[in-house]
């Protein structure tokens, strides 16, 4: 007879869960923090296999709703960049080095539909990357690169089903290179997700969001 081995990162999420029962906003807490921690060993072979293993874990993330964003770092290069990954990839590096412009999501789940939250830096920067298209102010930050959302299953991780964040069809009316991006996002725990974002085939970097408590105090932390 079969047997399956959990990982410690599996057991790990799974006492998680387990807390999220009864105080989900330690939970929370507690994989921001961890998600944290692995972005700090990132590239890294061992941090990697456990952001792998928590993806495939996960469940279609479920949101509506303004998010905040956190960058938990980049993986290692993958040989098989698209142009758009060749171009992405180094530049977003390099900003994120001294800045970090992305602030987070807004999801409309009856709608399916989603955009971005940036502050004044990205504003500038997409002015620079497409002239001519607009982002939206909205009080104090700006909303943009919207997505059309929808469950299917993973490119990172097949097998599992993910909540698609969708940049490349032409009724979201991203510029170039961001309607070649794909994004896959799955639930941890209740209110914090998992998501990886791809150039062409490739998975280019990690974020993770967690849903506001206090949308009007936008960004909380």
């Known amino acids: 007879m079969a047997t399956t081995t959990t990982t410690l990162t ?4 799974a006492d998680l869960s387990e807390l999220a029962a009864t105080d989900p906003t330690a939970a929370q807490d507690a994989a921001w923090a961890w998600l944290q921690d692995l972005g700090s060993e990132l ?3 061992a941090a990697e296999l456990a952001l792998r293993e928590l993806f495939a874990a996960g469940t279609p ?17 993958a040989p098989d960049l698209d142009a758009a990954g060749r171009l992405l ?3 977003a590096q390099a900003v994120t080095r001294f800045t970090m412009p992305w602030l987070g999501k807004k999801f409309d789940k009856a709608a399916q539909r989603g955009t971005n939250s940036v502050n004044r830096t990205a504003m500038v920067l997409a002015k620079l990357l497409a002239p001519r298209y607009r982002m939206r102010r909205a009080g104090g930050h700006w909303e943009g690169f919207d997505m059309l959302n929808r469950v299917e299953e993973s490119v990172v991780s097949p097998g599992t089903d993910v909540l698609v964040l969708d940049y490349e069809s032409a009724e979201a009316a991203n510029p170039f290179p961001i309607n070649r991006i794909r994004d896959e996002a799955v639930q941890l725990v209740p209110g914090l997700y998992l ?3 791809m150039a062409g085939p490739t998975q280019g970097l990690i974020y993770a969001l967690v ?6 105090s936008f960004p909380f932390r």
């Open 61 to 77: 993330a479920d949101v509506d709703g303004q998010t905040e964003g956190m960058l938990i770092g980049w993986p290692s290069r």
């Open 10 to 13: 599996q057991q790990r999420l």
């Open 211 to 216: 849903s506001l408590l206090f949308p009007t």
């Open 43 to 45: 590239p890294g072979e």
């Open 89 to 91: 990839l180094p530049a």
């Open 195 to 197: 998501g990886a974002k």
